[in-house]
T-cell receptor, first 117, second 118 residues
Framework: GAGVSQSPSNKVTEKGKDVELRCDPI?????LYWYRQSLGQGLEFLIY????????KSGLPSDRFSAERTGGSVSTLTIQRTQQEDSAVYLC???????????????FGPGTRLTVT | AQSVTQPDIHITVSEGASLELRCNYS??????LFWYVQSPGQGLQLLLK??????LVQGIKGFEAEFKRSQSSFNLRKPSVHWSDAAEYFC????????????????FGTGTKLQVIP
């Protein structure tokens, strides 16, 4: 079946502009995660969705970052007034939840490479 | 909060040599443990996972990992490395916490880059 897809694959934007990054999870996966991977760095957790709600937003670096998920499916990560330090690869992952809220392996999308000039 | 440590940022091995990548975690209970691989220009792919039971788990591409509770470790091993194994490897732990609404939160280590030389 189809995997996790993300769009756009690459985005170049000017400092100060807003950007929207999209994630389409695997059908039926109720859990959705956003991560950021800066050059030479590991994965930085941003936000976690269970259905349409976000129980954990602790990783969002500032109030310029927001995310939403609709219909328990597609998610959009929005960065307002982008800064050069926002340049990174933004990864989305989805998984299904088993009994007791256990999240099994995450399936990752190919990422969106964001460059802020 | 849980944490994951991958002490080796970069490792170089010769093709055909054995490999061990280290991973240590900090958490009060037994977490769920994962190893992912990210090849250049590719997304992350799950290599193997440990939830419970046998502490030696087998994964894809000939990899295995052993959970050692006493050492809070989950090291990844491969008996004979192939040039195609050159990639970045991430250890991850999943724990259930109140701060994540009672659901499981997965934390990744900073990764180990593996270089394979002929």
């Amino acid at each position: 079946g189809a995997g996790v897809s993300q769009s756009p694959s690459n985005k170049v934007t000017e400092k100060g502009k807003d950007v929207e990054l999209r994630c389409d999870p695997i059908s039926g996966h109720t859990a959705l995660y956003w991560y950021r991977q800066s050059l030479g760095q590991g994965l930085e957790f941003l936000i976690y969705f269970q259905g349409n709600s976000a129980p954990d937003k602790s990783g969002l670096p500032s109030d310029r970052f927001s995310a939403e998920r609709t219909g328990g499916s597609v998610s959009t990560l929005t960065i307002q007034r982008t800064q050069q330090e926002d340049s990174a690869v933004y990864l989305c992952a989805s998984s299904w939840l088993g009994a007791g809220g256990l999240s099994y392996e995450q399936y990752f999308g190919p990422g969106t490479r964001l460059t802020v000039t | 909060a849980q944490s994951v440590t991958q002490p080796d940022i970069h490792i170089t091995v010769s093709e055909g040599a054995s490999l061990e990548l280290r991973c240590n975690y900090s958490y009060g209970a037994t977490p769920y443990l994962f190893w992912y691989v990210q090849s250049p220009g590719q997304g992350l792919q799950l290599l193997l996972k440990y939830f419970s039971g046998d502490t030696l788990v087998q994964g894809i591409k000939g990899f295995e990992a052993e959970f050692k509770r006493s050492q809070s470790s989950f090291n990844l091993r491969k008996p004979s490395v192939h040039w195609s194994d050159a990639a970045e490897y991430f250890c991850a732990v999943g724990v259930k916490s109140k701060s994540s609404g009672g659901y499981q939160k997965v934390t990744f280590g900073t990764g180990t880059k593996l270089q394979v030389i002929p």
